[in-house]
Structures are given as structure tokens and as C-alpha cells.
């Protein structure tokens, strides 16, 4: 989809159709010197309750060549008092969708009813872009359809802006795609590839082997069971010469459980147990792109996680990087003896934050269902500066806490800790697990299982992989 600003007026601008955007109560005001050349349609449509001007709401009508649009989208805002930027983003993501239905291919956005609420109109373009995305590379038709060129009608400089949330939607579409693809493509050596396409950045490959003689014990125990060869890959973007923040995505390629194996109903989603991974490598692209005054060091510990004959097994004791041992009670706890390893490997570069993202536990999505990510860590200011991000971009994250209390969940009889603590209190204990490696590095663990994944259409998230974490990354990286 391509995206402009111009500085012209609604009634001059040729293309298939200007949406109009209306606040509930509005009524045709804000647009009385068009609805004048159109005697009187938008506000008969109004007035006829056809309109209402809720969030969502839509109206198309034929313009029959009295002005060069084609036709005119009244797209409702919801009430004046209750207007944020989530619930712009949400109608821009609605208007394109119906608009994408009709087959319509030109739109124009009008921006006289943003402007005065003091929101910027490119969060409506934001939706826009984010609803468009399809995931078509396994069909034999592809579907065609869908808004081609959006231009915002304004003659406010906001071109830094629209430049932000189309790196912003390509990521988040990298991210989608990487995800959504089935693991039987996506496997660790797809990551390697994906990663490898990136660009201004470095790419290091740690194989199985060299893997298990750095002493990655906990991480290789995960891939013991698969015949697909582990990578754990580290991407590095240096945009600025300060100590790197670090960025671990949890980069399941797909998760059978292994010997403690899941029930089969619902398994072929464990695709998605490398969306943590899929993020960090959308917000590389993105950060790249921007040329983000950063420091980045990214790793992937990618691997399968499935029941082979050399599978590890409950109860057996690895060894992890920096030499703690854990006993391994569930192989299905498996993201977090990844993450140990990933922990213990950023640390040698003494970064200034550690954060992780994780599809970690399915007690997230109980807790939360899709509407959030759980955040814990070990730094206030480092939670509060995702806070503000997610408040931006409202891929919501809620703290939960990780109680001194939680260490004994984890406590193993006979090594350092083990990887599972039941099911009680899963959520926290598994944050609490990872802490344990954090050390005193400033360090957030980000758990988007719920949150990574959709069954239902979202305004401006088709069903499928959502993407989640990148935009949050991008802005929590954008305002350091
Ligand atoms: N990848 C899963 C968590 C998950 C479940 C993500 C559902 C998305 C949807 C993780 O590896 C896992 O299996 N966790 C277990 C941990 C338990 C064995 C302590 C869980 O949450 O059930
Ligand atoms: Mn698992
Ligand atoms: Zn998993």
C-alpha cells in the first residue's frame, strides 16, 4: 500500500473514495461545504439515523460525479470524550477492511475531524496498513484485493511519521509471515535465512556443536529430541557506540512438548512458539531501516522441541552456561532452558538491559487471554519505559510481581533449580526462573503467549499470527 500527504481539498482530489471520519453527536457539520455540493446526502444520511458515528460505524455513498471522488466513506470515531489513538487505529483498520471487501482500491482520509482532537491521523493510517496484511504463500489463488494507495488530505508535515508506521507494519508483517509459516519451512535454519536477509546488521550462527562446547547444556537439551539442527542466532546492529541493550526471542520452531508431549488437540499452533523470535527480528529490520540510533544485540535460540529416541527426559540434569544445574521436570518447560542459555550468552557483553520475549506460558493466556502481555522483571525504570510504550502503541502490557517467595517454587532436590514449579502460580514462577539468570542486569521479561496469536479477526489484525511486540519494541527503542 503506498502512502502520501498532499495539501488538497476533499472535493478536488480524484480517487475512488475520501473517507470522511465522524464523531458520534457530530453531525454534518464539520462537513457542510461538501455535503452543500452533494445537496444534502451525508446529512440525510445522518439525520436518517442510517450513521450513527460509533466507533466503526460506515456509510458508502455514490457521489454521481459532483465531486472527483468517486464515492464518500462516513467512517464513525465514537463519542468526542472517549477518543484515544487505539480507537483511531481501530477504525482506520475497519475502514480498510470495508473498504477492501468492496473491492475498492484509491482512497483519500480527510483529516478536519482528527486534527482539532489533537491525534495525530496517521495512527488511523496505522490501522490502515496493519489490517491489510494477508497470508497467502501456501494458496494457489492469491487474493488481489485490498486498498493500493491511501493519501492523507493535510497540510501538516507528517511525512518523519508516515515513514515510521510503514517500517512499523512491514516489520510487524515480517514478524506475521515468519510465524505464520508452518514449521515444516520455518524450521531453525528458516530463522537463519530470515535473519541473514536483514539488512546493516551482523549475523553469527552458533551450531549444535559449538553450541555444546561453549557449555550451552540447558538450550541443546531442548533440541536433543530433533533430527532439524539447532541454530542460536545472534544479530547485532550498531547504531550507536554505547553498551548494547539485549533483545532474546524465544525461537520454539515448533513445540510438541517432547517426552512430557501436549495433548494433540490445538498442537499444530505450536507453530507460533518462535513469535518472540519473529518480534526481535521485525524490530531489527525496523531499527535497521530507521537507522535508530541504537545498540543492539539480538539472539535467537532457535530449536524444535520434539520427542526423538536421544530426547531428553523428565528428570534428567543439565548443565547451563554459566554452570548452574537444572533438573528438568516437564520437557515441556522447555522455552525457559533456551532462554537460560540465551541469558547466560548475552551477559559476556555486559549489556545495559536484558529483554526477553516469550511465548512462555499458557497460564498467560489464561490470565489474560489475548488483550495483554505480563511483564515482569528485576528495574522499575526499565518496566516504566515499556509502560510508555505500550500506552503508545497499545500492544498492552500489565507487571505482575515476582515475589521473593516464588524461589521455592523452583527449588530442585538434588540441582540448582528445576524448570517447572506446577502449575500453580506457572506464569510468575517461570519469570521468576529466568530472573534467576538475570542476576542484577537491569532485565524484563515480556510473555506474549496469549497475546501472539489470534483465532478472530481484530480491527486491524486479521486472525492468525498478530505480530505482537514488534511496534511495542520499536517505540520502547525509538524514545531511549
Ligand atoms: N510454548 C508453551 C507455552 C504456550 C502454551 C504458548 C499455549 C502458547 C500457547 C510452553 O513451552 C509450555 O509448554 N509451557 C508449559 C509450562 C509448564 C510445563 C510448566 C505450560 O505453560 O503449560
Ligand atoms: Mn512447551
Ligand atoms: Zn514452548
Not at 515468519?178 to 541473514?196: E, W
Request: proline fraction near 4%; include cysteine.
Amino acid at each position: 500500500m503506498n502512502v502520501s500527504v498532499k495539501d488538497n481539498k476533499e472535493i478536488t482530489f480524484s480517487c475512488d473514495v475520501v473517507i470522511l471520519p465522524l464523531l458520534e453527536h457530530q453531525g454534518v457539520r464539520p462537513y457542510r461545504d461538501i455535503d452543500k455540493v452533494l445537496d444534502g446526502l451525508l446529512g440525510k444520511t445522518i439525520s436518517s439515523r442510517e450513521f450513527s458515528g460509533r466507533l466503526g460505524d460506515m456509510s458508502l455513498l455514490h457521489t454521481q460525479g459532483r465531486i472527483k471522488p468517486e464515492r464518500v466513506l462516513l467512517a464513525g470515531l465514537g463519542k468526542k470524550e472517549d477518543v484515544t489513538p487505539e480507537m483511531l487505529r481501530q477504525a482506520g483498520g475497519k475502514a480498510a477492511s470495508y473498504l477492501r471487501a468492496l473491492g475498492i482500491r484509491y482512497a483519500a482520509l480527510s483529516t478536519r475531524t482528527i486534527e482539532p482532537l489533537h491525534i495525530s491521523p496517521v495512527v488511523f493510517l496505522e490501522g490502515c496498513l496493519l489490517s491489510a496484511y494477508r497470508f497467502e504463500k501456501y494458496r494457489k489463488e492469491e487474493d488481489h484485493k485490498g486498498l493500493k494507495r491511501i493519501t492523507v488530505l493535510s497540510r501538516k508535515d507528517i511525512g518523519t511519521q508516515i515513514k515510521w508506521i510503514e517500517a512499523a507494519a512491514k516489520a510487524t508483517y515480517l514478524a506475521r509471515d515468519l510465524v505464520n509459516t508452518p514449521s515444516n519451512d520455518m524450521t531453525p535454519s528458516g530463522l537463519v535465512r530470515a535473519a541473514r536477509s536483514l539488512k546493516k546488521v551482523s549475523v553469527k550462527v552458533i551450531d549444535r556443536k559449538q553450541a555444546e562446547a561453549l557449555g550451552m547444556g540447558a538450550y541443546i537439551s531442548v533440541a536433543k529430541g530433533s533430527m532439524e539442527p539447532p541454530k542460536f542466532i545472534v544479530i547485532a546492529y550498531k547504531g550507536k557506540n554505547v553498551r548494547p541493550v539485549a533483545l532474546i526471542g524465544k525461537a520454539i520452531t515448533f513445540d510438541s512438548g517432547g517426552i512430557s508431549l501436549k495433548p494433540s488437540e490445538g498442537m499444530e499452533k505450536m507453530k507460533y512458539d518462535m513469535a518472540g523470535g519473529a518480534a526481535v527480528l521485525g524490530v531489527m529490520k525496523a531499527v535497521a531501516e530507521m537507522n535508530l540510533p541504537v545498540h543492539l544485540l539480538a539472539v535467537l535460540p532457535a530449536t524444535e522441541n520434539l520427542p526423538g529416541g536421544s530426547a531428553s527426559k523428565p528428570g534428567d540434569v543439565v548443565r547451563t552456561l554459566e554452570g548452574r544445574t537444572i533438573e528438568i521436570i516437564s520437557t515441556d518447560a522447555e522455552g525457559r532452558l533456551a532462554l537460560a542459555d540465551a541469558i547466560g550468552y548475552v551477559k559476556k557483553f555486559k549489556p545495559a538491559a536484558i529483554i526477553d520475549i516469550a511465548t512462555l506460558t499458557g497460564a498467560c493466556s489464561i490470565a489474560f487471554g489475548n488483550e495483554a502481555i505480563a511483564m515482569m522483571g528485576n528495574d522499575d525504570s526499565l518496566m516504566a519505559k515499556l509502560k510508555k510504550a505500550s500506552e503508545e502503541t497499545a500492544e498492552r502490557v500489565w507487571q505482575m510481581p515476582l515475589f521473593d517467595e516464588y524461589r521455592e517454587y523452583i527449588k530442585s532436590d538434588i540441582a540448582d533449580l528445576k524448570n517447572s514449579g506446577g502449575r500453580s502460580g506457572s506464569l510468575v514462577s517461570s519469570g521468576y526462573f529466568l530472573k534467576e539468570f538475570a542476576g542484577d542486569v537491569p532485565w524484563v521479561h515480556l510473555d506474549i503467549a496469549g497475546t501472539a496469536w489470534t483465532d478472530k479477526d481484530r480491527p486491524y489484525i486479521p486472525k492468525g499470527a498478530t505480530g505482537i511486540g514488534v511496534r511495542l519494541l520499536m517505540n520502547f527503542l525509538k524514545n531511549l
